[in-house]
């Protein structure tokens, strides 16, 4: 997207370049801070050459789309008992008052918001500090948007790791060739879609959203009373069965669900986009799967496994200086955990296969196939043609397989160096983030598999879909 931008505004600025100098005898050389124009029609200050070029940069760089950028962000939805929220950079948590601007995705700043406790403490009303001890859940909206494909087969070996091209838009892509393609949805596939065009992300398709809201941690609490909380240990030890169920039935009202792995992939495209960090999140390394947890930078993570502990010889918490770089906008607004923490099972599995989750071909039936991504039978460890087009899984390659500093070798992907490990028949079941010890392998692209069955590593977020 930026270079479409720089283009566009090249066009612009050389066509008002050629007027302003038009004035000049053709043999005499001038500087473009010599140079005068009528700023009029421009729409900048200034009355120099040089000075226009650089402020009309600035405003195309900050712009990030030539569609509109943030003109075209979805309006959150705030379903039921949904309270909009600010929360300040020591994690105060303020009603927001919606109007006036409480987002900013232009600047980073992802809008967030709040369910209370049952019965909480206070009537709560806009401006109103709230206080922690009654809020329940804390989760950050994802806009729709489209992005631009730069690897639909997997075999690209040039634009590796790099900023992803997103535009933010409610409408369906179509089929138009060199310029967007209609979303394939299903694994394996690719449609018509080619490098280049832009697709919609079929995350808010499947759930026909224009945004949805995702846990702003890991999930806290217990499996029968979930919270999504910081600075708390998140649930762990239960199968896939028992984590979608009870994430099903957390708020049904708002059409509450276990995170999907195409649903990961629509907050990491968005991480790694001129509207988020834009780079890799730093890695949580608590071993006491604290929420929000950042690691120390004089700490050793460029190896696996990384170094880990509790404390603050090792990490710091969200609201702070370091805590800020594990969240997918690099400030306290945005998602964190995914980069290290647990392992994040997703409602994501191989074709007829269950393998020890708890669910079986007659109970997964009881709840629609969108609230499930399903991969291909014959899906193997390194099948990554069988991804789904913006599921942060074949996009990522190329991947090699090499030997770690623990002497353990590992698929890896060329988005520094997360592991990649697909789903398979004796693993059916998509993780994503990493785990706390995992280091250089851990990340918003990491993804490996499980059984289905019980981990003292794994965890699993919630989604809200109303």
């Not at 945004?211 to 217990?222: A, C, L, P, R």
């Not at 007829?352 to 609230?371: A, E, H, L, R, V």
């Not at 520094?416 to 398979?424: A, E, P």
Request: proline letters at 2%; glycine letters at 10%; charged letters at 15%.
């Amino acid at each position: 997207m930026k270079s479409n931008v720089k283009q566009l505004t090249s066009f612009v600025l050389g066509g008002l370049l050629m007027a302003s100098v038009s004035v000049y005898e053709v043999t005499t050389l001038y500087e473009a801070k010599e140079v005068g124009y009528d700023n009029s029609s421009s729409g900048t200050s200034h009355i120099d050459v040089q000075g226009a070029l650089d402020e009309l940069y600035e405003l195309s760089e900050s712009a990030g789309s030539i569609t509109g950028n943030c003109n075209n962000v979805a309006k959150p939805n705030l379903g039921t008992d949904l309270i909009p929220v600010t929360i300040s950079d020591d994690g105060t948590v303020t009603y927001a008052d919606t109007t006036q601007a409480w987002y900013n995705y232009c600047e980073k700043e992802w809008a967030n918001a709040v369910h209370l406790i049952d019965h909480p403490s206070k009537e709560y009303k806009v401006g109103d500090i709230i206080l922690e001890s009654d809020i329940r859940s804390y989760f950050v909206w994802i806009p729709k948007y489209k992005y631009r494909l730069w690897n639909v087969n997997g075999t690209d070996t040039v634009m590796l790791a790099h900023s992803i091209d997103i535009i933010f838009d409610t409408n369906n892509t179509t089929d138009i060739e060199g310029e967007s393609c209609v979303t394939p949805m299903l694994s394996g596939e690719t449609g018509n879609c080619n490098n280049g065009e832009y697709m919609t992300h079929p995350a808010f398709i499947s759930m026909n959203v224009d945004g949805f809201w995702v846990g702003k941690f890991e999930s806290t609490g217990s499996i029968s009373n979930i919270t999504v909380k910081p600075n708390q240990s998140s649930i762990r030890s239960q199968t896939v069965y028992n984590m979608f169920v009870n994430a099903y039935n957390y708020s049904r009202e708002n059409d509450s669900h276990m995170m999907k792995n195409t649903e990961w992939g629509a907050v990491a495209y968005l991480s790694h986009s001129i509207y988020g960090i834009n780079g890799e999140i730093n890695i949580n390394n608590n071993n006491s799967f604290i929420t929000g947890s950042s690691s120390l930078l004089t700490i050793q993570q460029g190896r696996h496994p990384g170094t880990y502990g509790n404390g603050s010889a090792y990490n710091q918490a969200y609201n702070t200086e370091i805590g800020y770089l594990a969240s997918t906008t690099g400030n306290i607004t945005g998602v964190y955990d995914m980069s290290g923490g647990t392992h994040e099972y997703m409602a994501s599995y191989v074709s007829g296969n269950y393998g020890s989750s708890g669910f079986n071909g007659t109970n997964i039936q009881t709840y629609d196939s969108k609230y499930f991504d399903v991969y291909l039978s014959n899906s193997t460890q390194t099948t990554y043609q069988n991804r789904i087009l913006g599921d942060a899984t074949g996009e990522m390659g190329p991947f090699v397989t090499f030997a770690d500093s623990d002497g353990g070798s590992r698929p890896h992907n060329q988005w520094y160096s997360d592991h990649s490990r697909f789903v398979d028949s004796s693993a059916p079941w998509f993780n994503r983030g990493g785990g706390h010890y995992d280091g250089v392998l851990a990340g918003q692209f990491h993804f490996g598999r499980y059984t289905g069955t019980s981990y003292s590593d794994a965890s699993f977020r919630l989604v809200l879909a109303a």
